[in-house]
């Protein structure tokens, strides 16, 4: 079966800095896009970031300039380097990735989702 663990979520003042991290673990799987999604109280998960297989990213206008995606495919994980967070950048954070393996008995392309770390912003 295969998972995604995030870390690396916590309380920062603005202007600070945190560095998430995301792990994707499983049998015989491929990886192709990762990306960070957010979600504050009241609104709907929103794309923070993503980056495909060769390494091209995109983001959201609220954060360019200010966060960067990377990823180590030998080590199946996705970073997401915040800095000069703002209190807007509250939210559950959740890694996604676009990947084939397994799930159960069924063997193809999977949809993958963290369960979320939270990110808080304030002072």
């Known amino acids: 079966q295969v998972q995604l663990v995030e870390s690396g979520g916590g309380l920062v003042q603005p202007g600070g800095s945190l560095r998430l991290s995301c792990v994707a673990s499983?049998?015989?799987?491929?990886?192709?896009?990762m990306g960070w999604y957010r979600q504050a109280p009241g609104k709907e998960r929103e794309l923070v970031a993503r980056?495909?297989?060769?390494?091209?990213?995109n983001y959201v206008d609220s954060v360019k300039g200010r966060f960067t995606i990377s990823r180590d495919n030998a080590k199946n994980t996705v970073y997401l380097q915040m800095n000069s967070l703002k209190p807007e950048d509250t939210a559950v954070y959740f890694c996604n990735a676009d990947m084939i393996g397994y799930s159960g008995s069924y063997y193809g392309r999977l949809d993958a989702w963290g369960q979320g770390t939270l990110v808080t912003v304030s002072s």
């Open positions: 980056i495909g297989s060769g390494g091209t990213a």
């Open positions: 499983g049998r015989s799987f491929s990886i192709n896009a």
